[in-house]
């Protein structure tokens, strides 16, 4: 059989999948290691078996890429999973743990692999050393064979090679050989790759036609080669068989002539050579051959799930998103309320209603391919709050929950590292040392708990322990000392513990290693909301803290309340909404400095015009009497949102402006509309900090004759002489063009707001 | 040309190096996860020749082995097991199971096809 081109020498390629595949490994084998820590004396041969494969696999995969360290730790690791399986090693707690402490070595020595980075040869000595212990003290030191024999490869004696050398071989196969799918055409086909090969069949064995088994070997062969490969080469012809038949190879004499060994390989096949050729009795034992027909139906399916680039799946979440809006579109067309034409046909209104059911279907559906569970992410933390109370000489239990809630990928993607740095600042400041918990009547044994549950169309995270809970007057000071709130200010108990959002506040007296490296909550804080997510503690004194974390499913959509300011509408994300209130005068006063303020149930909102913001003409200017939105801000505070108009709630189809134009302070992003309006969806938290122009007051006389053009300056409220309107007006003109280019309907409505504002 | 070869084993990196292995090799290249979903990719289809990794969830190996030999369909069918050891137990249990031979991982590209086209 000649050589087939491979060509595929370069495995990196598969690199990815294995380090994907290990995660995935790691995580189940910490799950399944956790499970049995629990109770070790219920383990069921199955559990031990899913341990083995787990680390069985990447080894596996590791010898394929050649990270032998990892290789070396692997096999070691598995020999005592091994032995375990077996029931040569009882399973112990004390086993147990040292099964949780050599998968942490194996993820170390993953992770160097991953990263190209050598860990010192004694990586895990300790614990290698235990492990063989552990494996030997089961079935006699025999047991344990630690001589990775990976090798599979004799090397031919440097003496063999080029050396023309004649083997007399004499073969026999036992009378069961083919039904090991054995043939000995195959191995001869083999020899004929070494030289060049003289069969002669020795049929003294056959027996009398009556008493011949179809299915069994009875000829034996006495064979010839020639070849320059050695006696090694030709022993692993029979690699596969020596233990199913008698054999003898002998090394006879080098021939009298030098022969040209690769082409006799060439020239000869097997059947010109052998004669006659071997009266295999049993044609299926041939038929797998080169000459098999290929009358078979076509391949069976081959796998459950598939690998999808992200890419794709986003360019699908697009498309749908984009269907959507066409949707809605055709369903305000034949609203009457809302302006569209009446339509009489009931098959047309069948129609749309099937359309409007199928399409949130379909984007269901596909915002379902981007979701995983949080397990992937949640998997990780067990090891993190071992490592931390070793290094930290404290015990803590980790306790998790809820790990099959689902959420987008994106949105787990960026939920390690905060919740990995909520979890470092709970062991380190938040829970104390066994002693000085059991001063405090607590267990030593500390328990953080991490849950993950689906509420009202969002993730809910909490993750909360049993510690300390935060000091109060200690974090007061360090704020105030550090100048982040001002000392005389009076700060009920839940703003003083969410002071440690506030950035750069941290609490550890010396920067210790595990948390407080400079970077704090507020770090943390400022993930979350970049997701569009919110967080919040809550802590009880010497009972511990909890921190919520409350999370969009996905990225792509939002929850919103359309709203009406002149003839713009905004997008406020819904979750941001606390109430919307209708403030008499006297409830709206105006403080020095601070522009205006609402009094609610006793507390002071700042008030915010978006119509001031943005310059949007023809607004409300008051908020007495007029709509006020009440919304959190990130930061715990409030502000209220003067509106015209609630449209109503809509879950509405994030558009980036990011590729269209650079960042816009209180502007998150954009959105169409079912009419094909753009609007945008405000940043609550930039708002606030945004100048307010009251365009009822400040009706400046500046040089505006350059901004003929913007509606703002044309109207009669004002001819406003610096304002964000026109930045925004720009972005969102060209939004819409962009748009239009892509074949987006938009209807004209919004392109002639301009002159329908200079014709009022 | 166009042998068709089912290769099982749980392990996805492993799949993956083997089926693209062939596949640039010219052979057909049928794929399972485990024993049971190897029976249940064949059905009653032959292959040229099968590659099984031994350690697997549902059914394992050497009970694949044992499936695949007791059907008249597969009776000869080459198969060779995928062990990480050249542990002559290893290599023996699958040969008395009715594997025709092994392969040992970790194996080259190179070492994959010569030990497929030893045997079919």
Redesign the interface.
């Known amino acids: 059989?000649s050589?087939?081109?491979?060509?595929?020498?370069d495995?990196a390629q598969?690199k990815q999948?294995?380090f994907e595949?290990c995660g995935e490994l790691l995580g189940d084998l910490e799950i399944m290691l956790m499970d049995l820590q629990g109770n070790p004396e219920n383990a069921t041969t199955d559990d031990l078996?899913?341990i083995?494969?787990a680390v069985?696999?990447i080894?596996?995969?590791a010898?394929?890429?050649?990270f032998t360290q990892l290789?070396t730790f692997a096999?070691t690791f598995e020999t005592l999973l091994d032995g375990m399986r077996e029931g040569n090693v009882p399973v112990t707690l004390g086993c147990v743990e040292e099964l949780i402490r050599a998968t942490d070595i194996l993820c170390d020595l993953v992770n160097a692999a991953k990263e190209n980075a050598n860990l010192p040869d004694n990586h895990g000595a300790e614990i290698t050393a235990a492990l063989v212990a552990l494996t030997a003290s089961g079935a006699g030191a025999g047991a344990f064979?630690n001589n990775l024999?990976?090798?599979?490869?004799p090397k031919i004696e440097a003496s063999d090679e080029d050396e023309i050398t004649v083997f007399d071989v004499w073969f026999k196969p036992a009378a069961h050989l083919?039904?090991?799918?054995?043939?000995p055409i195959?191995?001869f086909?083999?020899l004929q790759t070494l030289g060049q090969v003289e069969i002669t069949p020795d049929v003294s064995g056959l027996p009398a036609l009556h008493s011949l088994e179809s299915e069994e070997s009875f000829l034996a062969w006495a064979l010839k080669v020639t070849t320059n490969r050695g006696q090694v080469s030709v022993e692993e012809?029979f690699?596969?068989v020596e233990?199913?038949c008698g054999l003898v190879i002998n090394a006879a004499t080098s021939p009298d002539f030098p022969l040209q060994i690769r082409d006799i390989a060439v020239a000869a096949p097997v059947n010109s050579v052998v004669t006659p050729p071997p009266a295999t009795p049993?044609p299926?034992?041939t038929?797998?051959?080169?000459q098999?027909p290929?009358a078979?139906?076509p391949?069976?399916?081959?796998?459950?799930s598939i690998r999808v680039d992200l890419d794709r799946v986003d360019q699908l979440v697009n498309m749908v998103g984009e269907l959507v809006i066409t949707q809605s579109m055709l369903n305000q067309l034949t609203n009457v309320e809302e302006g569209g034409v009446q339509t009489s046909n009931p098959d047309m209104v069948k129609g749309l209603e099937q359309l409007n059911m199928h399409t949130r279907e379909l984007q269901e559906s596909v915002m379902a391919i981007r979701m995983q569970p949080v397990k992937s992410v949640f998997s990780r933390m067990p090891r993190l709050v071992r490592e931390l109370a070793a290094k930290l000489s404290k015990k803590v239990t980790l306790v998790t929950s809820g790990e099959e809630t689902e959420v987008d990928k994106t949105v787990i993607e960026q939920l390690a590292d905060p919740l990995m740095h909520m979890i470092r600042n709970s062991l380190d400041h938040g829970i104390e040392g066994p002693a000085e918990r059991r001063e405090a009547g607590k267990p030593e044994l500390a328990t953080v708990n991490l849950s993950a549950e689906h509420r009202s169309g969002r993730i809910l995270i909490e993750v909360s322990d049993d510690g300390l809970g935060i000091n109060r007057e200690r974090v007061f000071e360090k704020a105030t000392e550090k100048g982040l709130v001002p000392t005389d200010i009076k700060l009920s108990d839940n703003e003083i513990d969410n002071l440690i959002f506030l950035p750069g506040f941290s609490t550890a007296e010396t920067v210790s290693d595990v948390s407080g490296r400079g970077v704090g909550m507020d770090v943390v804080r400022r993930n979350i909301n970049n997701l569009g997510g919110r967080i919040t503690v809550n802590s009880t004194p010497g009972r511990g803290s909890r921190f919520t974390m409350s999370l969009p499913l996905t990225l792509a959509v939002l929850e919103g309340m359309v709203v009406a300011v002149g003839v713009e509408k905004f997008v406020l994300p819904l979750t941001s909404i606390i109430e919307t209130i209708r403030p008499n005068a006297e409830h709206v006063h105006t403080l020095v400095g601070q522009g205006e303020v609402l009094s609610v149930r006793g507390d002071y909102v700042p008030v915010v015009y978006l119509s001031r913001v943005f310059a949007i003409p023809d607004a409300a200017e008051k908020a007495a009497g007029g709509l006020v939105v009440l919304v959190d801000l990130a930061n715990g505070r409030r502000i209220g949102i003067v509106v015209d108009e609630l449209l109503g709630q809509q879950q509405v189809v994030i558009k980036s402006l990011e590729p269209n134009s650079p960042h816009i302070s209180g502007i998150s992003a954009a959105t169409i509309l079912g009419n094909g309006m753009v609007a945008l969806i405000l940043d609550i938290d930039g708002l606030q900090s945004l100048p307010q122009h009251d365009m009822s007051r400040k009706k400046m006389t500046g040089e505006n004759g350059g901004r003929g053009q913007t509606r703002a300056s044309q109207t009669e409220t004002g001819k406003v002489e610096q304002c964000q309107s026109v930045g925004i007006e720009k972005e969102v003109r060209r939004i819409m063009e962009d748009q239009a280019n892509l074949g987006v309907s938009i209807p004209s409505q919004y392109g002639q707001k301009p002159e329908q504002a200079a014709a009022e | 040309?166009?042998?068709?070869i089912l290769a099982v084993d749980?392990?996805?990196?492993?799949r993956?190096?083997v089926a693209?292995?062939l596949k640039?090799?010219?052979f057909?290249v049928?794929?399972?996860?485990d024993g049971q979903h190897a029976l249940?990719?064949?059905?009653g289809?032959?292959?040229?020749?099968i590659i099984t990794?031994i350690?697997?969830?549902n059914l394992d190996g050497i009970g694949l082995i044992k499936a695949l030999?007791s059907n008249p369909a597969h009776?000869?069918?080459?198969?060779l097991v995928?062990t990480?050891?050249?542990?002559q137990t290893k290599k023996?249990e699958g040969?008395n199971a009715?594997?025709?031979?092994?392969i040992?991982?970790?194996?080259?590209?190179?070492?994959l096809?010569?030990t497929v086209?030893?045997?079919?």
């Open positions: 059989m050589e087939q081109p491979t060509g595929f020498d495995l598969f999948t294995f595949e078996n899913a083995f494969r069985h696999s080894k596996g995969g010898g394929a890429f050649g290789v096999h064979k024999d990976a090798n599979e490869d083919f039904s090991n799918g054995s043939d195959m191995i086909n083999e012809a690699e596969f233990d199913d049993l299926s034992a038929a797998p051959g080169p098999t290929a078979k139906s391949s069976a399916p081959t796998a459950t | 040309m166009g042998r068709k749980d392990s996805k990196t492993m993956d190096m693209f292995t640039g090799a010219g057909d049928l794929i399972a996860e249940s990719v064949l059905g289809d032959m292959v040229d020749c990794d350690n697997m969830p030999r009776r000869a069918t080459p198969i995928l990480t050891e050249s542990d023996s040969r009715g594997a025709t031979g092994w040992v991982k970790p194996f080259s590209p190179d070492k096809l010569a086209n030893k045997v079919c």
